[in-house]
């Protein structure tokens, strides 16, 4: 078990307000399609959830590439 990402799919399928299959390799953009305001929604409630601050000026969007790898930057940031 990895309560980081748990707690991130969670966050996903919450903003995306449907149950989708979420796995480590899921791109957030592409195979999930958030939107902009989806997308800080999301940024956010993982803040939240986590207690952790993401830079969302400075972030790079290879953290979006895939679920596992925005686990690994925000598992840095705690």
Do not use: H
């Amino acid at each position: 078990m990895d309560p980081i990402f748990d707690t991130v799919v969670t966050c996903l399928r919450k903003v995306l307000a449907r149950d989708v299959s979420i796995e480590r390799e899921t791109n957030i953009v592409n195979d999930l399609g958030l939107d902009s305001l989806q997308m800080i929604e999301f940024l956010l409630t993982v803040e939240d959830e986590l207690q952790v601050e993401l830079d969302f000026e400075t972030m790079d969007m290879d953290y979006l590439e895939s679920v596992g790898a925005f686990c690994r930057f925000v598992s840095d940031k705690r």
